[in-house]
T-cell receptor, first 114, second 115 residues
């Protein structure tokens, strides 16, 4: 069975500071990994995903994530936070070994202060 | 504009009442999904459908039912058997593929409240 752990239900940064949101996964087969963002009272929007190939994945709004198999991690980063980045972020995993649904982490709320 | 619509935005349920949440997509996607979101719990899968007239239970299907009579529509009924229905409900769709790498596209959600 697959699972996702997001460390920290809330992360606070100052505008212009580095954003680091942590995600660790468990999967019995090579995983597919996703980061989604949710603004208040809205649906989720894909930021980026890793399927195969290059382990450093670039997404929208300046975010990127690196798949590290040895650490079973897929942390999300952005060099410089903007006020508009304040939202909830979800990491998700699916298995590559046949039909698989997404399993989501519990989410991390990113707070950005001026 | 292609996308997913959910209605209503807010829904109120009385004790013992069944209510139905609507989800429609015009993305020509084969697969559709229903999730429940509670604060601090992430998203949990209720039901999913890979093709018309077929659907499977997710992790928390008890107290819910679905139908998939048309490719573009996947309504969710919250029955009276669901004792704690207050939550934010999200519908999503994706190309079928079935190998787990497909991006899921989400609707704006329906917030269900109990009177």
């Amino acid at each position: 069975a697959q699972s996702v752990t997001q460390l920290g239900s809330h992360v606070s940064v100052s505008e212009g500071a580095l954003v680091l949101l942590r995600c660790n996964y468990s999967s019995s087969v090579p995983p597919y990994l996703f980061w989604y963002v949710q603004y208040p009272n809205q649906g989720l929007q894909l930021l980026l995903k890793y399927t195969t190939g290059a382990t450093l994945v670039k997404g929208i709004n300046g975010f990127e994530a690196e798949f590290k198999k040895s650490e079973t991690s897929f942390h999300l980063t952005k060099p410089s936070a903007h006020m508009s980045d304040a939202a909830e972020y979800f990491c998700a995993v699916s298995d590559s070994g046949g039909y698989s649904t997404l399993t989501f982490g519990k989410g991390t709320m990113l707070l950005v202060s001026p | 504009d292609g996308g997913i619509t959910q209605s209503p935005k807010y829904l109120f349920r009385k004790e013992g009442q069944n209510v139905t949440l609507s989800c429609e997509q015009n993305l020509n996607h084969d697969a559709m999904y229903w999730y429940r979101q509670d604060p601090g719990q992430g998203l949990r899968l209720i039901y999913y459908s890979q093709i018309v007239n077929d659907f499977q239970k997710g992790d928390i299907a008890e107290g819910y039912s679905v139908s998939r009579e048309k490719k573009e529509s996947f309504p969710l009924t919250v029955t009276s058997a669901q004792k704690n229905p207050t939550a934010f409900y999200l519908c999503a769709s994706s190309d079928a593929g079935g190998v787990g790498r497909e991006t899921q596209y989400f609707g704006p959600g329906t917030r269900l409240l109990v009177l």
